[in-house]
């Protein structure tokens, strides 16, 4: 099996199953056209522990820690366990804030862009559009030298730390113990955070896809850009089986509902669908790849993954506690503004991070 | 044998190892080149990408856990 995920055609297989596995999700319980949503689950988890207090998206999603986990024992079993880090972390965590807060105005990270295609949310087309824009920009910095500079081999112990992160979430998502009146860990009862698949069931898919993302190395973002960049067509392959296979299984199921109105969680404001996923586009290259897979890099034992992760729940908190998030009624009254700091942001990190050697 | 050319990629992730690959090669019709990388992505990625440009590629494991990947053609 090992053999066939890492061979050229494995991206075939993995994007194949993830795109199965998350239609089964959202019809086993999560919302609409979110079987996985790295942004939305990742904000999810910022609310249950309270770092924005939005009543309707506060879970703790296992399948998070469940990629983390999944792609560090793949990592472990295959030894490419590599603790390391050190590549501009502040930066990386800018770029994660902002990626964050781009995803939440269009409502989805790449993975649930192509997913709200697949199941016929025309608005994600823009969505779709901007984010190979948001790439493409990424691109010409990397052309002209652009570099956060070379990472380090760290101690064992440094990449341990993103896993026990991920157990202490799952802990408490089981535990769910209450730390006082009006504290977390919280727990929507109405709205996208209340709607979810059984836990267990969840943990265990979150564990399948990190292993096979970091056996397939599967990336959402990698995969336009080593197209654009390259003509290299390999982890384009992921993608494409990913909408296939989501595509037949939404049909199959019933839950393929083409239009540009009545979508789940999803707005119609296309002009910020796009440019909110410009900004995620574009903070995800310059980070070097999509959320899932700074999850799955994180859990390698990567620290600078990890930073960004923890830039992307910050970013969260932010979106919700600043009103720059959108809903389904639209995008937050702080949303365009976000977005246009953040692609400021990125332009001067992608000026000003040359490397000149 | 002419000379090796050698590029030092650790540390880079995708896809600036692919990047300074393609640099090196740039106008070589032939040669020896080594390329050092540390994770198994950057060492597939660098083979794939040499592999399809017509290089013979090797790979030898570092003692530090990192990859030498030899290019000939």
């Not at chain 1, 997913?115 to 920009?137: E, H, K, P, Q, T």
């Not at chain 1, 009862?189 to 397939?216: D, F, I």
């Not at chain 1, 009103?323 to 246009?340: E, K, L, N």
Request: charged share 15%.
């Amino acid at each position: 099996m090992d053999k066939v995920l890492t061979s050229r055609q494995g991206p075939w297989i993995a994007g194949g199953l993830i795109g199965l596995i998350a239609v089964a999700l959202a019809h086993f319980g999560n919302p609409g056209n979110m079987g996985f949503c790295v942004a939305c689950f990742t904000r999810d988890i910022a609310g249950a522990l309270g770092f924005h207090r939005a009543g309707v998206v506060q879970y703790i999603r296992p399948e998070i820690p469940g990629f983390i986990l999944g792609s560090f024992l793949s990592a472990l079993i295959f030894r490419e366990y590599s603790p390391r880090g050190g590549s501009s972390p502040a930066v990386r965590f800018g770029l994660g804030v902002f990626a964050m807060l781009g995803a939440l105005v269009f409502l989805g990270c790449p993975w649930r862009a192509y997913l709200r295609v697949s199941g016929g949310d025309w608005n994600a087309l823009y969505g779709v559009g901007g984010l190979i824009v948001g790439i493409f920009i990424g691109i010409i910095f990397l052309w002209n030298g652009f570099s956060l500079g070379a990472s380090e081999s760290n101690p064992k112990a440094a990449g341990l730390v993103m896993p026990l992160i991920a157990i202490a979430l799952l802990a408490l998502l089981f535990m769910a113990p209450k730390f006082g009146d009006n504290a977390p860990v919280f727990f929507s009862e109405k709205g996208p955070g209340s709607q979810h698949a059984p836990a267990l069931m969840a943990l265990a898919t979150g564990l399948l896809v990190g292993w096979l993302a970091q056996r397939s190395r599967f990336c959402t973002v990698g995969a336009v850009r080593d197209f654009l960049m390259m003509g290299d067509a390999y982890l384009l392959k992921g993608i494409i089986a990913f909408m296939i296979t989501a595509f037949a299984a939404n049909y199959a199921l019933g839950t393929f509902k083409p239009g540009f109105e009545g979508q789940p969680v999803a707005h119609s404001d296309q002009l910020w669908n796009f440019l909110g996923m410009v900004l995620s586009g574009l903070a995800f290259t310059l980070a070097g790849g999509c959320p899932g897979r700074q999850l799955i890099m994180a859990g390698e034992g990567d620290s600078d993954a990890g930073i960004f992760v923890i830039g992307m729940l910050t970013g969260a908190a932010i979106a919700h506690n600043f009103s720059a998030a959108s809903s389904g009624a639209g995008i937050g009254p702080m949303g365009m503004h976000v977005t246009i700091i953040g692609l400021v942001f990125c332009v001067l990190v992608g000026i000003l991070s040359r490397d000149r050697g | 044998m002419s000379d090796v050319i050698t590029v030092n990629a650790k540390g880079f992730s995708c896809p600036q190892p692919v990047m300074m690959t393609k640099k090196a090669l740039s106008g070589l019709e032939s040669g020896h080149v080594e390329i050092l990388v540390d994770t198994a992505t950057s060492r597939n990625n660098v083979s794939r990408f040499a592999e399809n440009k017509g290089w013979r590629v090797d790979v030898e494991e570092l003692d530090d856990g990192g990859f030498r990947v030899i290019l000939e053609k």
